[in-house]
């Protein structure tokens, strides 16, 4: 059973680079063993790859020779590389640009942080690999594009922290006037209950006899004026505010 499936079977690996491989990717690292260099990197990453990642790799004879896998090319196949990480990464751009809710946000923070860490895990590897060739000029074009990517990710990830941050607060400063609005209303039917409510409990208790006869009782005012009085005492107490501390 081949132990390394990810791994072309026509290439010529040494048994020293073979021995140090599994039957997983693992993680993103450079192999630098008797004149061969292996790249061993991740295909642009997604959400739904449930943390399973996908070989690329870049091998280097040492004859100076450069091969690439599942991509052919050899280093233009690590240029194409680059350019799929580009191309999500400017997607992610357009997508914190266009949310507006925390929902939004979040499922573009989803999508960054396993692109987020390949990004910063791939430059450290072309990093490594310029320092292993430092003839090989066209791994300086390489590297330097794996470090703008990985700036790149970097502030998408601020503002898309940032636009979520802000739709958040904005969402509670909402939520606050909603209520203070509310409780606004409340008061002002507290205070219309206050004064009315002395003169329903009256009008309750003449309520059992014609209008007629009880206009016609002599304290029928006197009654109508201290409900009246008594409704607006009641309206003072309860418009009194507590100070604050109390």
Not at 1 to 13: A, E, H, S, Y
Not at 25 to 46: A, F
Request: net charge neutral.
């Amino acid at each position: 059973m081949d132990r390394t499936p990810f791994v072309p079977k026509t290439w010529q690996l040494p048994d020293a680079i073979r021995k140090r491989l599994g039957n997983t990717v693992g993680r993103q690292r450079l192999m630098n063993e008797d004149g061969h260099l292996l790249l061993i990197l991740h295909q642009t990453p997604k959400s739904e790859d449930d943390e399973i990642r996908t070989a690329a790799l870049f091998w280097r004879n040492p004859a100076g020779e450069w091969k690439s896998s599942p991509a052919s090319g050899g280093l233009a196949g690590l240029d194409v590389h680059l350019a799929s990480y580009r191309t999500a990464i400017h997607q992610l751009d357009e997508d914190v640009e266009t949310a507006h809710t925390p929902r939004q946000y979040f499922e573009v923070m989803r999508r960054m942080h396993p692109l987020q860490r390949s990004t910063r895990n791939m430059a450290e590897v072309l990093q490594a690999a310029r320092q292993t060739l430092p003839d090989e000029t066209r791994m300086i074009n390489m590297r330097d594009q794996a470090v703008d990517l990985e700036r790149g990710i970097e502030l998408i990830a601020a503002d898309a922290k940032a636009g979520m941050e802000f739709t958040m607060a904005e969402s509670a400063s909402q939520h606050a006037l909603s209520a203070m609005e509310a409780s606004q209303e409340a008061r002002r039917l507290n205070r219309l209950v206050a004064i009315f409510f002395p003169l329903a409990t009256l009008a309750a208790v003449f309520g059992m006899n014609s209008p007629q006869d009880v206009i016609g009782y002599p304290s029928f005012w006197t009654i109508l004026i201290s409900g009246i009085a008594l409704g607006l005492i009641v309206y003072g107490i309860v418009s009194v505010r507590p100070k604050k501390g109390e």
